[in-house]
């Protein structure tokens, strides 16, 4: 196992033991790929939502929030192309008996040679020091010009077979490549099949008269299929976005790597529209705007990329992802796509009703275009508990495991503690407790010797912890301890919430 895998695994079962996940009907062996989140993990949660819903719509004026019902009318599927279309081509191996998604075992190959292209870089970096020109390598080095070549050429080929729906070839390419099952090696693979991943269910309270219908695989048509109904309502001009946070669901063939690959996940999308034929200046805009939100979380500017598709999906003209280093390398955590007039259009013909937007300022009615930004909260969660959990070396005795998730995410704001639990001290702690659970959440804890309970605060990132000792009786002063740093101060009880403002509040963050 590698060093990244154990620790992936450390931070699964960290994620159990405080409360973050657990895995779905645990007592019944578990459902495959759905989790639940515990009390930490919820307010986690509920954090990365509200920066999301902050910066997107608060603070966005032609951005408004919508709410869509999960179940929809099944003709919005026809029309949206996912009765037909979304599908995922599986593929089999013979020995393992295990499924994978065929262009997930192809993108992991082109991976492997991205790696050997890196090593190359690192090598040679070593070897030549400051004076290394990493651009200048990769334009001549003839070892990583045949590597990208190979490269080019296997997404080439991938995007052309998926243009063609051609799974005879696209089986043809894994042979060819001769890529082998991760788990036994072996190359004895059966055809390539297209399965849909969508869930259906019925609707209606009798067998004769019940209908099928689907649990919805994208909250993005809800928005749709809303479009005047909003536009109209809210009075916005184009160009306008509308954003919403629900809960999605897909029947995923290869469910592993935890809440990254999930059954019933939940999208955090916003659907921008646009003139016609200014959609590619709003899709750089908003490939531009939506890593600076992510860079701005502090973990780190190395651990994100831009993916730009090949292959594109039945509905856009252009399409990205942003990826993140996760613990098994890096992955898409958000899509950003171009979605043409597809989807309005779409809609207008199989629902039979005019969907179109008079703009006033050129007198004409026209079908806006689409720039989407769909982002995954589950996957955005793992990005930061993985990227935040630390194991630190305190002295040559002590070590600690610290999460260090950005301050205005973390589940509890501050915990407060009195240093022994008698004395007055726990009533005058519940004073303090009480003046400030209105603004933040607190967690209490007078239970066992104080490094103990630091400890705690610090595997759960709790950023503050506040110690009430015998002093604070007569001086009302406090000790702030720092997670990050373990630095303490004293500090007056009347300065508490300023100082706790400053530094952990979302808009002192987000100005
Ligand atoms: P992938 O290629 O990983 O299957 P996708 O391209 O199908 O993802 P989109 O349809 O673009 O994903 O969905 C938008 C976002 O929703 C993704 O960027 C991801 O963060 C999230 N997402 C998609 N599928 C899942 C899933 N099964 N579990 C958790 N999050 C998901």
């Not at 599986?90 to 075992?105: E, M, T």
């Not at 020091?129 to 010009?145: A, I, M, P, Y």
Request: charge should be neutral; hydrophobic fraction near 35%.
């Amino acid at each position: 196992m590698t060093s990244n895998q154990e620790t992936f695994k450390k931070i699964i079962s960290h994620a159990k033991e405080y409360g973050f996940i657990f895995q779905s009907s645990e007592i019944y062996d578990g459902l495959s790929a759905v989790y639940d989140y515990g009390p930490n993990g919820v307010e986690l949660k509920n954090n990365i939502k509200s920066y999301w819903w902050t910066s997107m719509v608060q603070m966005n004026e032609n951005i408004v929030g919508f709410d869509a019902s999960v179940l929809m009318h099944p003709k919005i599927w026809k029309a949206s192309g996912h009765v037909d279309a979304f599908n995922d081509p599986l593929i089999d191996n013979k020995d393992s008996k295990s499924r994978y998604r065929a262009d997930v075992l192809i993108e992991d190959y082109v991976r492997k040679i991205e790696l050997k292209i890196n090593k190359e870089i690192i090598k040679s970096k070593k070897r030549f020091g400051d004076s290394f020109d990493e651009k200048q390598f990769r334009k001549t080095n003839s070892r990583v010009l045949d590597y990208e070549r190979k490269i080019k050429e296997i997404n080439t080929e991938m995007k052309k077979c998926f243009d063609d729906d051609d799974l005879v070839s696209l089986k043809k390419l894994i042979d060819d490549l001769g890529i082998v099952d991760p788990v036994s090696g072996s190359k004895n693979w059966t055809e390539i099949k297209q399965f849909n991943l969508m869930f259906s269910t019925s609707i209606g309270a009798s067998i004769d008269s019940s209908s099928e219908i689907f649990l919805r695989p994208e909250t993005a048509q809800g928005i749709f299929v809303n479009f005047l109904n909003v536009q109209k309502s809210s009075r916005k001009k184009i160009p306008f976005g509308i954003a919403q946070i629900g809960k999605a669901f897909r029947n995923e063939i290869v469910a592993r790597q935890f809440v990254f690959r999930m059954r019933e996940f939940e999208q955090m999308e916003m659907q921008f529209f646009v003139k016609p034929g200014t959609q590619s200046q709003w899709y750089n805009q908003w490939k531009d705007t939506r890593m600076k939100w992510h860079q701005a979380l502090g973990l780190g500017e190395e651990n994100y990329r831009f993916h730009d598709h090949d292959k594109l999906a039945h509905y856009a003209d252009a399409a990205c992802d942003i990826e993140f280093n996760f613990p098994f390398g890096f992955k898409e955590l958000e899509g950003i796509h171009s979605r043409t007039d597809f989807d309005l259009s779409q809609h207008e013909k199989y629902s039979g009703k005019k969907i179109k937007y008079f703009d006033p300022e050129i007198n004409e009615s026209y079908t806006p275009y689409v720039v989407e930004t769909s982002i995954g909260l589950d996957r955005m969660f793992l990005a930061i508990l993985s990227s935040s959990y630390t194991e630190e070396r305190i002295d040559e005795q002590n070590s600690r495991l610290v999460l260090k998730i950005p301050d205005f995410l973390a589940p509890y704001k501050l915990a407060i503690l009195p240093l022994v639990k008698k004395d007055g001290l726990p009533d005058y702690a519940n004073r303090i407790f009480n003046d400030l659970k209105i603004h933040y959440n607190i967690s209490y804890d007078e239970k066992d010797a104080i490094g103990r309970r630091y400890r705690r605060q610090d595997a759960i990132g709790t950023p503050l912890c506040i110690t009430v000792d015998h002093d604070s009786l007569k001086d009302d002063k406090v000790t702030v301890r720092f997670r990050d740093s373990m630095q303490q101060i004293r500090i007056d009880i009347s300065q508490l919430k300023k100082e706790i403002d400053d530094r952990l509040s979302l808009s002192n963050w987000l100005d």
